[in-house]
C-alpha cells in the first residue's frame, strides 16, 4: 500500500500524526470490522449470531467489535435490521451528542449528508421517542439507499428527504442539532479501501475543504440559537478538519465546545476537534467537533397550510387489522397509507411542505378496493398487529426468501404471514394452497448463491 508522499509530508505536524506508525498499520493489512447492535431489535435468544464473540467498542453503548469479518451478506439478521456494520471510530458521534446535548429532552435533529445512514440510525437510536430525525441525502441514487437503511432499522420518527443544503433555508431556527458527515477527500479509509489511495489528491482536498465551508454556510441559518453543529470528515487533511474550525470561528457566531474522553483510548485533540489515528485507536481515521450556535433564530413558530388526507372510518378499519394503531395517525396519498407518529404529526406535515420528502414514519401498504396489500416498511417496523402471525424459519430457509427464491413450508395457517428468523420479521409471505408467494422486495434480494 503506497500512500500519497504528499499526504504523508502534509500530516508531519499533524498532532498525534506518527509516521512509522502510521505506515505500518496501513502495510499490515490489518483490517478492523465492527457493527452497532439496534436497541429497536435487541437478541431474542440467538445461538448463531456473528455478533456472538462480543469486545465493547469503548466510546458507545452500542457498537462491538467482531474478531473476523463473517459473509453480513448470508447473515439473516443483518437483512433483519438488527445490527448495521458501521467503522468503529465513527461511532464516537456517541459522546458528541450524549456530552452537549440533553438526549431526555424531545428534539429535532437533522442528519444533513447522510447516506448509507451509518450516522443516522445511530442518531436514532440515541434520541427519544418524541423525537424528530431528518434524515438527508442530496443524491437521488444515495437518498434511496438511505431510505433503504431507515427502514430496515424499523423506527417511525424519521422522515428521509433529498434536498441541497441550501434548501433547509426554508426551515430557518428549526432544529436544535445539525450533524454535518461532510463528503471529504477519503483519506482516513485508505486501509479499509486502498484503492481510494489512487483517486486521492492535494487538489481534491482543497475542493472538499472549499465544498465543507459551502456546505455548514447553507445549513447555517436551519439550526436554532443555541443549537449544536457536529462535525465531522473521514480526512486526515488539516484543510478539512482544523482549518474548517478556524473558518466556523471566524466567520460564524459559534462556540467550540471540547467533549472528555479516556486519555489512554488513544483519541488525540487537536484544534478544537478530536483525531482517531487507526495505529492509536481501533478504527479507521476519523474526526469530529462541536460546536453551539450563538446567535440567530430561537424557535420558529410555523403554519401548515395543506395537511395530507388522513383515512376515512372504512379504510381505518382495514388498516387497523395489520399494525398497532396506538399514538400513531395514518395519512394517505393517492392509495398508499403512510403512519406517522402522533407527538410529531406537525412536524411532519412542515416537513413535507418545505422538503423533499422521501420518505417519512412507517410506509404501511396500498389501499386496493376494500384490502390493503402490506408493505415490506411494515414488516421491518415493530408495529405489525399481534393479530399477525409469524413463521419461523431456520437459516437455510431465511436465505431462500431473502435470494426470493420458492419456498415450500408445512403450515397449517393460510394469507399474508410474516417470514422471521430467531424472532425477527424478515418479510412477508402470502401462503396459499399450494403454494406459498414470496413478497420480499426484488431490489433487495441476495443476488450471490452460498
Ligand atoms: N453520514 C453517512 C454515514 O454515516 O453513513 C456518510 C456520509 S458521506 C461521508 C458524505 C455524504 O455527503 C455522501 O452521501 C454524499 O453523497 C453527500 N454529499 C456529496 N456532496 C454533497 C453536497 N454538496 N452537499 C451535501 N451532501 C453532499
Not at 81 to 97: D, I, P, R
Not at 124 to 151: G, H, P, Y
Not at 346 to 372: A, P, Q, T, W
Amino acid at each position: 500500500m503506497q500512500l500519497p508522499a504528499i499526504l504523508l509530508d502534509a500530516l508531519q505536524n499533524a498532532r498525534g500524526f506518527d509516521k512509522n506508525a502510521f505506515e505500518r498499520i496501513h502495510a499490515s493489512g490489518e483490517q478492523v470490522t465492527s457493527v452497532r447492535l439496534n436497541p429497536l431489535k435487541p437478541p431474542k435468544g440467538i445461538t448463531d449470531h456473528p455478533i456472538h464473540q462480543l469486545t465493547r467498542i469503548p466510546w458507545t453503548a452500542y457498537g462491538f467489535y467482531l474478531e473476523e469479518r463473517p459473509s453480513f451478506t448470508f447473515d439473516p439478521l443483518f437483512h433483519a435490521g438488527t445490527y448495521y456494520v458501521q467503522e468503529a471510530s465513527s461511532m464516537f458521534l456517541e459522546q458528541a451528542l450524549k456530552q452537549t446535548v440533553d438526549l431526555s429532552k424531545p428534539l429535532k435533529v437533522l442528519d444533513l449528508c447522510a447516506a448509507p445512514g451509518g450516522k443516522s440510525t445511530h442518531i436514532q437510536s440515541m434520541i427519544s421517542k418524541e423525537s424528530l430525525l431528518v434524515s438527508n441525502e442530496v443524491i437521488r441514487s444515495r437518498a434511496n439507499v438511505l431510505k433503504d437503511n431507515i427502514i430496515k432499522w424499523g423506527c417511525e420518527n424519521v422522515v428521509v428527504t433529498n434536498n441541497d443544503p441550501r434548501d433547509f433555508a426554508k426551515t430557518e431556527g428549526y432544529f436544535d442539532v445539525i450533524v454535518v458527515d461532510a463528503p471529504c477527500s477519503g483519506s482516513g479509509l485508505f486501509r479499509r479501501d486502498p484503492d481510494a489511495i489512487a483517486e486521492w489528491s492535494e487538489n481534491n482536498v482543497q475542493l472538499c475543504s472549499q465544498r465543507q465551508q459551502r456546505i455548514l454556510a447553507d445549513v447555517w441559518p436551519a439550526l436554532k440559537k443555541n443549537g449544536m453543529l457536529i462535525y465531522s470528515t473521514c480526512s486526515y487533511s488539516k484543510e478539512e478538519d482544523e482549518d474548517i474550525i478556524q473558518w466556523l470561528l471566524q466567520e460564524l457566531p459559534v462556540a467550540l465546545c471540547p467533549l472528555s474522553f479516556e486519555p489512554s483510548g488513544g483519541i488525540v485533540a487537536s484544534g478544537g476537534g478530536y483525531r482517531f489515528w487507526p495505529d492509536k485507536v481501533m478504527g479507521e481515521g476519523f474526526f469530529i467537533a462541536c460546536f453551539q450556535k450563538k446567535e440567530g433564530e430561537e424557535e420558529l413558530s410555523f403554519k401548515i397550510r395543506n395537511r395530507p388526507e388522513q383515512l376515512n372510518k372504512k379504510e381505518m378499519e382495514i388498516v387497523e387489522k395489520w399494525i398497532k394503531k396506538e399514538g400513531k395517525v395514518f395519512i394517505k396519498h393517492l392509495n398508499t397509507v403512510y403512519a406517522w407518529p402522533e407527538l410529531l404529526e406537525n412536524e411532519f406535515s412542515f416537513l413535507l411542505e418545505k422538503l423533499r420528502v422521501v420518505y417519512s414514519g412507517i410506509l404501511v401498504g396500498e389501499l386496493m378496493r376494500d384490502k390493503l396489500v402490506p408493505e415490506h416498511a411494515l414488516a421491518m417496523s415493530n408495529s405489525v398487529a399481534d393479530s399477525i402471525e409469524n413463521i419461523e424459519l431456520t437459516k437455510q430457509e431465511s436465505i431462500k426468501y431473502l435470494q426470493r427464491k420458492d419456498l415450500q413450508l408445512h403450515t397449517a395457517t393460510k394469507g399474508w404471514q410474516l417470514a422471521s428468523y430467531n424472532g425477527h420479521p424478515l418479510g412477508w409471505l402470502n401462503v396459499l394452497t399450494n403454494r406459498v408467494n414470496n413478497y420480499y422486495p426484488k431490489e433487495l434480494r441476495i443476488l450471490k448463491d452460498i
